[in-house]
């Protein structure tokens, strides 16, 4: 199974900043996904980052405040911008191996 | 579209009973399911999956689960919980074709010595 590491853990911001998160997979994966934990809640998918192509988003989210890059077949960056106290989430990368989804540790993100 | 209810949002188990979490699904095909576990402050891990075939699958940890096709559901069992089973479980249904997960709201699970 894939091995993901990410980027800070943690961190915590003022409003109005920018932070990027970098998602690292051990081996080369051909899909990789970006979500949002929100305090107290499930995951929800933020877009799927394709390599060599613009990040497809789901509804809801824009590419102005989450902007991703997928450079090669092992990495991604996610910046959240211009954020705000209700950016503070859990955000977690994902890449699929084998018809499966292999999570990171996550990046914990609070806003002030 | 595809969905996922957890209809447990919190349960309690004594340490060494067992457990079993529900999960309820939503999709016009057959879907991929997943079971995944979060420990607090961490990620999530992989515990089982269904594609196809025997609709009873291992996981890792002692778990299990079952499909059942006739009710939508993919219930998640434990024969005998450790302490370490305290954590959030989150059931997960994707199409094949693109990998997309949806997620449920997750069950906590809290061990009671």
């Known amino acids: 199974s894939a091995v993901i590491s990410q980027k800070p853990s943690r961190d915590i911001c003022q409003r109005g900043t920018s932070l990027t998160i970098q998602c690292q997979v051990d081996?080369?994966?051909?899909?990789m996904f970006w979500y949002r934990q929100q305090p107290g809640q499930s995951l929800t998918l933020i877009a799927t980052?394709?390599?060599?192509?613009?990040?497809?988003?789901e509804s809801g989210f824009v590419i102005d405040k989450f902007p991703i890059s997928r450079p090669n077949l092992t990495f991604s960056t996610l910046t959240v911008s211009n954020m705000s106290p209700e950016d503070s989430s859990i955000y977690l990368c994902?890449?699929?191996?084998?018809?499966?989804?292999?999570f990171g540790p996550g990046t914990r993100l609070t806003v002030l | 579209a595809q969905s996922v209810t957890q209809p447990d949002i919190h349960i309690t188990v004594s340490e060494g009973a067992s457990l079993e979490l529900r999960c309820n699904y939503s999709y016009g095909a057959t879907p991929y399911l997943f079971w995944y576990v979060q420990s607090p402050g961490q990620g999530l891990q992989l515990l089982l999956k269904?594609?196809?075939?025997?609709?009873l699958v291992q996981g890792i940890k002692g778990f299990e689960a079952e499909f059942k096709r006739s009710q939508s559901s993919f219930n998640l069992r434990k024969p005998s919980v450790h302490w370490s089973d305290a954590a959030e479980y989150f059931c997960?249904?994707?199409?094949?074709?693109?990998?997309?997960?949806?997620f449920g709201a997750g069950t906590t699970v809290t061990v009671r010595a």
């Open positions: 997960a249904v994707g199409p094949s074709n693109d990998y997309k997960l949806s």
């Open positions: 269904y594609f196809s075939g025997d609709t």
């Open positions: 994902s890449a699929e191996q084998g018809d499966t989804q292999y």
């Open positions: 980052a394709n390599q060599g192509s613009e990040a497809t988003y």
């Open positions: 081996s080369q994966v051909t899909m």
